[in-house]
């Protein structure tokens, strides 16, 4: 049995279910702890797994389907894999630095949901939710409000759960016999 990654199979491998895990988690992470629903909590505690499974893992996904031929999901989980990382590896930063950041993340967003505009509903509102979120949030940031702040956090584990159900479908659909969660 070969070890070797650029066999027939590895080509043919589909890692979007993986970035599509990443992202919704690391979503429903940066989402949840942002709203304040479990007490003492910030957005902030998320560094980590914002670093490590949105950022790393959403960048080697990215890579694999380039690698694949797939220049959507390529570019997505890339630039999305680079927000992440950069976010968490940043740290504090000034109230205009983090809006403007945030603000430029949205234009990405933005674009993605553009082109993700043929692909589905789910694809429309993983972006779309994003979009809002990182909009909503920049507000919050630029304008001191943490209520603008909470509710891009809602937005934000809103497109975390559209991602985690994208990802779910796909690796269940057909599995059991019959599509068990549709995706269109």
């Known amino acids: 049995m070969s070890n070797d990654a ?3 199979n ?11 895990l990443a992202l919704g988690l690391t979503l429903l992470a940066y989402g949840l702890l942002g709203t304040g629903v479990l007490s003492g909590t910030t957005t902030g505690g998320a560094a980590t797994l914002a670093h ?3 950022g790393v893992t959403l960048f ?3 890579l694999w389907q380039f690698r694949g031929g797939d220049r959507f999901s390529g570019t997505a989980f890339t ?7 950069t976010w968490a590896a940043a740290g504090p930063a000034g109230r205009h630095t983090a809006g403007l950041f945030l603000l430029l993340w949205a234009l990405l967003a933005l674009t993605l949901t553009a082109a993700a505009w043929g692909s589905g509903l789910l694809a429309r ?5 994003l979009t809002l979120a990182l909009v909503l949030n920049a507000v919050g940031v630029l304008s001191g409000s943490g209520g603008w702040g909470k509710v891009g956090s809602w937005f934000a584990a809103l497109a975390g759960l559209a991602a985690w159900y994208w990802a779910t479908a796909t690796l269940t659909g057909g599995r ?3 599509v068990a969660l549709p995706v269109k």
């Open 6 to 8: 650029s066999g027939a």
């Open 10 to 20: 590895a080509r043919s491998a589909d890692a979007g279910p993986l970035g599509y």
């Open 52 to 54: 490590l499974v949105g």
């Open 60 to 62: 080697v996904a990215g």
């Open 79 to 85: 630039a999305l894999g680079a927000f992440w990382a």
């Open 125 to 129: 509102a993983v972006y779309g939710l």
């Open 176 to 178: 059991w016999g019959r």
